[in-house]
């Protein structure tokens, strides 16, 4: 099996993308990391470009002991001096010097001609390996090169001293197809490109940055360039954790392999997420909040039976875990399973009651969390009163608004004997208070509380009411719903209880 060299280049490339810069700490705390995740090659910046940039490349290159540290430069003496000081500490330090080649950026950007950029290019490699043997040359915008141009220039730098050249994809325009064959055509005509690994640097301005560098791979790239999370100029660069997993993945089709410690990845994603304030999308692959959860009643089910059936990595590998999102397309063997999980002992009958409640209140909410699935449950379990209860509810209507005086028809069942109440109040739960009012009249309220569980309008309502007997003894309900009123009610009923169970 042949290994991929990982040269990572987020806090380059990546630190580069607007919003993403990183302070000193941020960056050394994030190469530290990439240190802990095995990348081969950490690109830490950009020296000249800032004096902030110069100090966090030198810092880094002083501390991080395990990777090749690397340093960008232009192809001028100013540049490269400058990056030979930022890195020269590190333990394995590389320049990574670059020049356009694409007609467009010769003759617009540069305004040279492609004679001229041999010369710079050569000129400028060998002024680099002066100072240091790791020398890697990128002809910029390679992809929009003539092919026969980027191999004459690919090959004078090899000569000049290059170890690594690196064919980048600057402006994400090539597709797979096209800029495989690119690689392959490289490493047939260009005639000492054994001399040196072949790099690939693709951007996601088409969204096919990991696809282009697989096609890379698959016609014998030696060296991925990424960042963690895909960040990068524009829309991004290739993402580590994207390349780096389908390579673990298909490492049997593929025949290669990388050093990543895997289960690093998703912890290395997060900090990078913190660090440059850039959210990692819901749905992104590997390291999005969604990449394995699931809430789907069907994949539930399947994932419940065997995890493969829907999932073709295992979460933990890369340091992350499946999750059962409680939602509207739950069905009851997720649910079951969760509720399980939790502790509760759960009879079918009331299975069915939390799978439907779960549904309504999902349609209105999106995701069922913890706490609603507890409230959910605590109201299922009570809703039309507890085993051995003299008072039980059969159905309850409340009406209310501005122009009608609010009322509650409430059909009870008092020991077996079927009763239907109707009272009015100043509100509906006042007339709530006064059906009961009927049945037990000792019922007096000596502290009353409505609060939202869940900290939206459609959360789940938790109502607690302090009862005073008329033997003066306090007691206290709570109760929970989706809905306010039935809330009450249910606080209601148990209070009534309690009070009849009392006087028994
Ligand atoms: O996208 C690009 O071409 C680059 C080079 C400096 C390698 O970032
Ligand atoms: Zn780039």
Redesign the pocket.
Known sequence: MKKIIIFD?TLR?GEQSPGCTMALEDKLRVARQLEELNVDVIEAGFPIASQGDFEAVNAIAKEVQRPQIAG?ARCVEKDIDRCWEAVRDAKKPRI?I?LATSPIHMQYKLKKTPEEIIRDAVKYTKYAANYCENVEF?P??ASRTKSEFLHQIVEKVIEAGATTV?I?D?VGYAIPSEYGKMIRRIKENVLNINQAKISV?C?NDLGLAVANSLAAIENGADQI?CTINGIG?RAGNCSLEEIVMILDTRKKDLNVYTDIVLNQIYLTSRLVSISTGMIIQRNKAIVGENAFAHEAGIHQHGILSHPMAYEIMDPIKIGQKSVMVIGKHSGKHAIGAELKKAGYDINEKQLTAIVEMVKAHADRKKIVDEEDLRAIVKSVTNLSGEKGDVVKIDDVHILTGNKLIPSATIKFDIAGIKRTIAAVGNGPIDAVANAFAVIVPDMNIAEFEVKAISASSKGIAQVSITFKDKMKKQFAVVATNDDTILACVHAFLKGANRILREQE
């Open positions: 280049t490339d960008l990574h670059f990128s910029e915008d690196n980048p600057t640097h951007h360039e100029e």
